[in-house]
């Protein structure tokens, strides 16, 4: 009974100290990461809707990662019949269109810079690396604690009036939502529903929207993820299209 007492007291303490008063900026930036670098492979189906002056577009794509760079996604159309294909394999970037000329023609090229983590950037629109870059660039981040796990970061944007927020559950290692400014657009976005799949928790259901200042028009885009499958194991040959 005596080690049961000692060994729930050491909890206690414990939990006190990661989750209390003892909380950093750093250790949920940290906490992110280590969510995200779990992330082997993945592979799902994404419903994008996109809202804009009065109209709305869905897209669905099939998507397939493998850490640390390579991707592929198929961009199906309303009537089940898939439109475009993207990929990379590390060292090569390929596409195919159905669209006009491009129809059954692969074009290969150089894969641009930043294809790390492929998934968050689908979610999020930035990589992680950015997000923080851009959250830290004003002085003194204010931390806030919002609930038993979730905690804000909140800085105020240089030579402006703004700020740039980021609310983070450190328990699931997840960026809940945003509000950032960069390079005159304003960024949000928030995690209406996610999931644990084994060691990894994801978000399933974003709602983001993008405006520019001073420009009354606005982007909506709600991601739903569906028949996701973490840590399953991909072949590198499904990062070919033929």
Same mark, same amino acid.
């Given at each position: ?81 898939? !439109? &475009? ?12 269109? =159905? %669209?006009?000329?491009? @129809?059954? #023609? +692969? ?22 690396? !950015? &997000? ?12 806030? =604690? %919002?609930?038993?796990? @979730?905690? #804000? +970061? ?37 995690? =209406? ?50």
């Amino acid at each position: 009974m005596k080690k049961v007492i000692i060994g729930m007291i050491i909890l206690i303490a414990y939990a006190g100290m990661i989750y209390g008063e003892e909380m950093t900026v750093e250790k949920l930036i940290n906490r992110v990461k280590q969510n995200v670098n779990r992330i082997n492979d993945l592979r799902g189906n994404v419903e994008i809707t996109y809202k804009i002056v009065g109209k709305e577009l869905k897209q669905t794509m099939e998507i397939w990662y493998k850490k640390p760079n390579k991707f592929k996604l198929i961009a199906i159309s309303s009537t089940g019949v898939p !439109t &475009m294909s993207s990929a990379s394999d590390g060292l090569n970037a390929y596409d195919k269109s =159905k %669209i006009l000329y491009y @129809e059954d #023609k +692969i074009r290969k090229y150089k894969p641009c810079k930043g294809n790390d983590y492929f998934p968050f950037k689908v979610n999020y629109y930035f990589d992680y690396d !950015t &997000m923080f870059e851009i959250i830290l660039k004003g002085s003194n981040p204010l931390l806030t =604690k %919002i609930s038993d796990f @979730e905690y #804000k +970061i909140e800085t105020q944007v240089v030579e402006t009036n703004k700020k740039n927020e980021v609310w983070i559950d450190y328990e699931k290692g997840l960026i809940m939502g945003y509000n950032i400014l960069f390079k005159n657009r304003r960024y949000r976005s928030e995690i =209406k529903e996610s999931v644990r799949y084994g060691v990894v928790n994801f978000p399933v259901n974003i709602k983001n929207e993008t405006f520019n200042v001073g420009i009354d028009i606005n982007l909506r885009t709600e991601i739903l993820w569906k028949d996701v499958r973490i840590n399953g194991g991909i072949k590198d040959k499904e990062f070919i299209i033929e």
